[in-house]
């Protein structure tokens, strides 16, 4: 759990703290409320729910430093807001984000220890009642969507293999004999040809679809009121957090990757909670140029390619160089320098993917951990006996 002082550091000034308002919500209007609440949110609690945000805000910060650290992306990066900016949704960037959101998770799990020590029958009781169903709901949600990922890993590995056949072919030799052109042509056609419907399908059901999933995930999410309060009321919040984390990351990991069942073309991005509060700021900065690539890949500047492959950087500069790669040979032109680049990002798609994969895995192992605990506090509270105010003075 983050420090005091970590927070405070953080918070800098009155724009981090949570006094601002989270869909009309703020710690005043908490302590307010909280009067004619029978479960009082304490001052340790409304402290610990702004560390947990202030440390998200540090991480997803670090994701992305070009959005979020300046003031104006126009000003830092003017290429960039104009829509040629560097790749946004490349292995670094998705091993960051998963990792952003692990550090949320274990906090979320020790602010959950925290207000369920206390009151265990708390998160049976409105409005937690609500966003924990939906946390659970979209957490399992999210292992399908994990395996899907996971998948799609091995595919695409299979599928770069064909970029390193032909690199390998045509490098050797200038010019190539005419077995390994021939090689070389077959590599890169199956290259080309293989579309990222196909990379997963054959894997999974067909009544299955990574879009459903992620609109599933968009619909049930109980957003908290202005009219709750008390430590329900905060608990609400921090679930609230972590289950927009969650829908997120999925979102941005279908994009990048052909998961069965369609990819996320058509799918609209996870609704943030209202731009006030700086962890949704950040996250919304996020968003949008997730957004921005996707339509620069899949309108006039990309490639039909990304429009089923997903926008991953890595797996679309295999695809473009293998273009090149295939253009120079059927053209008789200069290959070893193109053979030279295809293996070059070939070998960087292989690279990434291992320790990525492994990153992946450490995200599903997570959730269902969290999903357990959270299981495990649901049947700990429905066994518990009923908050009484006159325990806090006993």
Sequence with gaps: MPTAAAGAECRGGPSVSLSMSFRSISVISLRRNQVASMEPSSEEELLQLDLLHCRLVTSLQSVLPLTISSGSTKKSCPAAA???????????????????????????????HLVLSRNPNLISRPPLDRAVSDLLDRSLKALDLCNSVSLSIDSLRNWNRHADIAASALIPLAPPAPSRLNRARSALSKLAGRSAL?????????????????????????????????SAAVLA?????????????????????????????????????????????????????????????????????AAVAGILTE?????????EVMEAVSNGGETIGKAAELAAVSRSLEDGLLPFEMKVRDLFHRVVRSREEVLRRLDIGSRSPPFSIASLFS
């Design 198 to 230: 196909s990379f997963t399908s054959s894997k999974i059901s067909r009544s299955w679809s990574a879009t459903k999933q992620l609109q599933a995930m968009a619909t049930s999410t109980a957003a908290p009121r202005s009219c709750d309060s008390g």
């Design 237 to 305: 919040i921090a679930v609230n957090t972590i289950s927009t984390m969650l829908a997120f990351v999925m979102w941005v990991l279908v994009l990048a990757f052909p998961c069965g069942g369609g990819v996320a073309g058509s799918s609209p991005p996870p609704a943030t909670a209202v731009r006030q509060i700086p962890w949704t700021v950040a996250l919304a900065a996020l968003q949008d140029r997730v957004v921005e690539e996707r339509r620069r890949e899949r309108g006039g500047g990309g490639t039909t390619f």
């Design 82 to 112: 104009a829509g040629g900016g560097r790749p946004v949704v490349s292995l670094p960037f998705l091993y960051k984000l998963i990792d952003a959101f692990l550090d949320c998770e274990s906090d979320f799990k020790s602010f959950l």
């Design 315 to 323: 797996t679309l500069a295999v695809e473009r160089v293998g273009r």
